[in-house]
């Protein structure tokens, strides 16, 4: 919205240079990243106090480790908060022509309303019981069928395409054609869950996603490049550089929420929040063509996911637990380590991993 009242209106018309920075996109990413972060830092205290005063608070479930019932009636549902944060400067600052720019916020939305529907059942009923699972995937699925057959109508007019890349192999890349579809399906469920399931410790789930942004923030400026792009040997896709103020967007929502969910936590973000962030984070991977890159930025979050898959496998077929709790981070917590020390060990292996992905750019 700034941007076209700025540079396409104001900028032609009065001349003024300062004006002129508006159309340069790391402008607008700082920009972009500076307002989420001033919005969440000023709304915070308000969100906190009216969900206190709605006596909107954490239901925390009985079989959980025990040191966290004390957080019970914790004020949740801050996912409203990043969300606005998130959403608003990505509105203020990006370029509104830009269909993609538009994909990525309404499918952050879409997963949202999920994640609120959820939220809000559980506090209604007073258990940590929302939506029934089948109906929350069912509806975690439609919404990815629709981001799916959207690329596929984009690619039929040559506005995008569904080759899969390889981070190690970037001579490999078939052709999935109208496979994509079931593919981008399953990145968007597959990443929304396992924030979701990262999301269990105060700050712990917001910090290693704002890793994960930053580095996809990198990630979509360097595709949108022309020379960055060619000396990368990545797919150059220009339009593809306007997710670079979205992801900005999500790093300083990230930090502003960050500043009240650190341990201890005075809120939670909810499924509203750790549902609309995996699906952020997926939709940019599948927009900007790292989708596989994501098993490696998003590193903690598939440790998370493949602990509770091996916990249930495990248990199922032979009545043994691997861990002594899933998802891996309450299992830190029962062999002794305390709640911060688990929070910066994680967040020390999310900046690992995805300082390794940015590594493995020039790999071939």
């Known amino acids: 919205m700034l941007y076209h009242l700025l540079y396409q209106f104001v900028y032609p018309h009065t001349h003024l240079s300062a004006l002129n920075v508006t159309r340069y996109i790391t402008f607008r990413t700082a920009a972009a990243s500076l307002s989420a972060l001033a919005i969440s830092l000023a709304l915070g205290p308000w969100m906190i106090a009216k969900l206190h005063e709605f006596q909107i608070g954490q239901v925390i479930r009985a079989e959980g480790p025990t040191t966290h019932r004390p957080k019970a009636g914790t004020p949740t549902m801050g996912g409203l908060l990043i969300l606005t944060a998130a959403l608003v400067p990505t509105l203020l600052w990006a370029d509104l022509t830009n269909v993609y720019v538009w994909i990525a916020a309404l499918t952050t939305a879409a997963y949202g309303g999920v994640g609120f529907a959820d939220d809000y059942l559980k506090i209604v009923r007073r258990t940590h019981h929302g939506l029934l699972p089948r109906y929350k995937m069912l509806y975690q699925i439609l919404i990815g069928v629709a981001v799916g057959v959207t690329l596929l109508i984009l690619q039929h007019y040559s506005l995008y395409n569904t080759r899969l890349i390889f981070p190690f192999f970037k001579n490999l890349v078939p052709e999935l054609g109208w496979w994509y579809l079931p593919f981008a399906v399953f990145v968007l469920v597959a990443v929304s869950n396992s924030v979701n399931l990262t999301d269990g410790l105060d700050g712990l789930a917001i910090s290693t996603f704002a890793i994960a942004a930053a580095a996809y923030t990198a990630l979509a400026y360097v595709t949108g490049h022309r020379v960055f792009a060619e000396y990368l040997l990545l797919v150059r896709f220009p339009p593809a550089a306007e997710l670079t103020i979205f992801c900005g967007s999500l790093v300083g929502a990230s930090l502003g929420f960050l500043w009240y969910n650190s ?13 609309a962030l995996g699906a952020a984070l997926g939709t940019v991977a599948i927009l900007i063509k790292q989708e596989l890159l994501l098993g490696i930025v998003g590193g903690v979050f598939v440790l998370e996911a493949l602990s509770v898959i091996i916990q249930v496998a495990s248990f199922k077929l032979t009545g ?3 861990f002594r709790m899933a998802p891996l981070h309450h299992h830190f917590e029962l062999i002794g380590w ?8 994680f967040v020390i292996v999310g900046i690992v991993f995805a ?4 590594a493995t750019l020039k790999l071939r």
């Open 263 to 275: 341990y201890p936590a005075e809120i939670f973000m909810g499924d509203v929040g750790s549902l």
């Open 338 to 345: 305390s709640e911060p020390k688990v929070i910066t060990r």
């Open 320 to 322: 043994q637990r691997v």
């Open 355 to 358: 300082l390794f992905s940015l």
